[in-house]
């Protein structure tokens, strides 16, 4: 029995860098990531994306600026769990980032993506989102530091 669990992820971007943010608690912590987290019962996934950004790193972004441009959805050895993470981007926003009890933001050229401290399967999409194409990924983990199996397609429509 898989207990499917939405979860959003938000990417804010602009020419030259993107925003990433260091967990400092909780599940993935000590790695870089997008922001976002759990969707609440009853909240839509695009109030929840909205939500997160700003709870993590005070950055406000309009629902209709975030962007669906991918789907991945993660498994683990043993565990009935699946995260059906949802990924956004956003080119249009406002604010600063600041650092709150979460997360430690911090804008990063593209080049220079600190994959060797992000979940192991970003290597395998972050190519899609830099090319701006659509993404849908499996990814079967053992543990947190193992990917036993994935698939990854670009897609057409989300
Ligand atoms: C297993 C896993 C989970 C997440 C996640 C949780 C909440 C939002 O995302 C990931 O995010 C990334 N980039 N890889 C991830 C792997």
Known sequence: MILNKVYTLVFLRNEQQI??????????????????????????ILDAAV??????????VRKHNLKNIGNL?????GEALMMDVRVFS????????EETEEMLPKW????????????????????YLLKDKLFYGRFHYQGYDKILNYTIQELNSM
């Open 19 to 44: 925003l990433l943010g260091l967990k400092k608690r909780g599940f993935g912590v000590n790695k870089w990531n997008g922001f976002g987290g759990k969707v609440e019962p009853k909240e839509e």
């Open 51 to 60: 939500r997160e950004l700003k709870e993590e790193c005070c950055m406000s």
């Open 73 to 77: 959805q993660f498994t683990f050895e």
């Open 90 to 97: 956003a080119t249009s926003f406002v604010g600063d980032p």
């Open 108 to 127: 990063f050229d593209y080049d220079k993506i600190p994959f060797e401290d992000m979940w192991l399967d970003d290597k395998l999409w972050f190519p």
